[in-house]
């Protein structure tokens, strides 16, 4: 069973012309000057790159591509794409090609006081303001809050589609034929079962052990039970391990929730849906069949498609970066499960459950909204804030009104009325209003998981289940891109200059 291949696996993962559609946008922010013009990638032409000049001899590398007698017909160059930068340095003038509202920060390289300099680099620790690849996957406009996967809006999708036919979408760029998502949701189910060893590999964890450490390495270690996943230049074997792993992710969550409660495993149930059979792993008893809550089961799969992708976020990045040194997927995820694992991205949710127990009620709100203000960034209001939205993250707008229904089947969440008043009190905040901090995702899911029953260490766990399908989807652009090397940034050394070593007795 272990080495069998879906035949189909292929064809999910390459719809023809499926993903190669000339998107709308670049990316989101506010510094998005192509969104605004509504131009997306390839939509214009783009004037010759400075590389493309030094191939055919016009600019030979340290030369300045335009003089500064060619600027002086300005009104020309104004028009164009382009940026004109003089190094004050040398009082040399570059121009340097504008495409999709980037310059190339190899460009920069150009820019030399001499011959034995190494170039100009730029220096954006935390990627502030770089764009590591170009993605047609996910559009994000973080001032007007707006999250769209291949185009269609979050809300859309949290209200009409499912969780598989989302991650079919990320992959392939398309919404599925009914026949396709069928088809798909077949092969997921047929790879949901874990090879024993792996079982007997999970018990050797502590009985405490954190969930997301135990997911993290569980699904590292099933790279070295699919020694083919490194051939990742096919395409049919990365199709295969991609099925398997979104396959089995729920399955290794779910053991790992059994592990830490010391109840036995349960088994895949293959009739159900991905987030039925994941309930029923979690919960199912002595009864023959678990019976999924529909309004429970439908909660977590919008859940799930909430969570699906977010572009170039820090585990995303992890993602590509490992995957660029051409590892297997399996490696690739347990290391962007390890970068969500964090309480700054996907540990968020459990922090934000942790900080309503601190507050405790209702009235202790306003002195801890004053701790964070006078904390001086030592202490942040968790599940607030966000890299790229300045605006109401729209995922926790749908995750808002979710809780309703889910709370209407398992009882109210006591500490909903302390986060409701927590956001009213700091959304009126000059603090938070001056800084643009608002809900994030992170700040209501966690009530929903609780109030669903599930532990708190356990919450970054049902992110990581389905964000597997977005490290997947940018993992396969990744791989596909002909832009892309192995991942290695520069550094601005600051350190000690060259000196000789003093033997230990010397020192
Ligand atoms: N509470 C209080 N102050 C905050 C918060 C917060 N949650 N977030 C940011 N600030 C303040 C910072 O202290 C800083 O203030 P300053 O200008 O006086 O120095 C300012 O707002 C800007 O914040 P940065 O830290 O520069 O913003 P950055 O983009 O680096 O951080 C982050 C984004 C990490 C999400 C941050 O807002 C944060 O730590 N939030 C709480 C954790 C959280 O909810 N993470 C989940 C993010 S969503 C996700 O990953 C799925």
């Known amino acids: 069973m272990w080495s069998h291949a879906c035949p189909r696996a292929d064809a999910i993962l390459s719809k ?45 590398e340290g030369t300045p591509a335009v003089s500064e007698n060619e600027r002086e017909g300005a009104s020309e160059t104004m028009a164009k794409d382009s940026l004109t930068i003089t190094d004050n340095r040398t009082g040399q003038t570059y121009e340097l090609p504008i495409e999709n509202g980037t310059i190339k920060a190899i460009d920069l390289r150009k820019i030399k006081t001499g011959a034995e300099d190494f170039g100009l680099m730029t220096y954006d620790p935390a990627f502030l303001n770089t764009a590591s690849c170009k993605s047609r996957i996910t559009f994000i406009d973080g001032d007007k809050g707006i999250l769209e996967y291949r185009g269609y809006p979050i809300e859309q999708l949290a209200e009409q589609s499912s969780f598989l036919e989302v991650s079919w979408l990320l992959w ?7 026949t396709e998502l069928d088809d798909f949701t077949r092969h997921v189910a047929h790879h949901t079962y874990l090879h024993e060893n792996i079982k007997r590999f999970m018990d ?10 135990m997911l993290q390495s569980t699904v590292g270690a099933l790279s070295t039970f699919y020694p083919d996943s490194k051939q990742i230049g096919d395409e049919r074997k990365r199709a295969h391990h991609t099925i398997r792993l979104m396959a089995k992710m729920p399955t290794i969550a779910a053991f790992a929730f059994r592990h830490s409660i010391g109840f036995p495993y349960v088994y895949p149930d293959n009739e159900l849906s991905y987030v039925g059979n994941f309930l029923s792993m979690l919960r199912k008893m002595a009864e023959p069949k678990y019976k999924v ?40 995820v347990s290391g962007a499960i390890s970068a969500l694992y964090g309480p700054l991205h996907g540990g968020a949710n459990e922090a934000v459950l942790r900080m309503l127990a601190e507050i405790g009620d209702i009235k202790n709100v306003p002195a801890f909204v004053k701790e964070v203000k006078e904390g001086q960034g030592e202490k942040k209001l968790m599940g607030f804030g966000h890299r790229v939205y300045k605006n109401y993250d729209p995922r926790a707008k749908v995750i808002k009104r979710l809780a309703e229904e889910v709370f209407e089947v398992t009882g109210r969440n006591a500490a909903l009325d302390i986060a409701v008043e927590l956001e009213r009190i700091a959304l009126q905040d000059d603090y938070f209003v001056k ?40 993992w ?6 002909p832009d892309q090397k192995i991942a290695r940034p520069r550094q601005v050394f600051l350190g000690q200059g060259r000196r000789d070593y003093v033997p230990i007795e010397n020192r």
Not at 439 to 444: G, L, T
Not at 476 to 481: L, T
Request: hydrophobic share 30%; with cysteine; glycine share 10%.
């Open 16 to 60: 023809p012309g499926a993903g190669n559609r000339t998107p709308k946008r670049r990316t989101g922010g506010s510094e998005n000057a192509a969104s605004r013009r509504g131009r997306g990638l390839e939509s214009f032409p783009f004037p010759p790159r400075r590389d493309e000049r030094k191939e055919t001899g016009d600019a030979p």
């Open 172 to 178: 392939n760029g398309e919404l599925p034929t009914k």
């Open 204 to 213: 050797g964890f502590r009985h405490d052990a954190h969930p997301m450490g």
């Open 293 to 332: 809550n529909p309004v429970l089961e439908h909660a977590l799969d919008v859940l799930f498609i909430l969570h699906a992708d977010h572009e170039q976020n820090c585990s995303t990045n992890a993602m590509r970066a490992i995957g660029s040194a051409q590892t297997d997927p399996y490696s690739c």
């Open 435 to 474: 800084r643009k901090l608002y809900p994030n995702v992170d700040f209501y899911s966690g009530l929903i998981y609780e109030a669903m029953g599930f532990p708190t260490d356990f919450f970054t766990v049902l992110f990581a289940i389905p964000r597997t399908a977005g490290w997947l989807a940018q």
């Open 476 to 481: 396969h652009e990744m791989i596909k891109d």
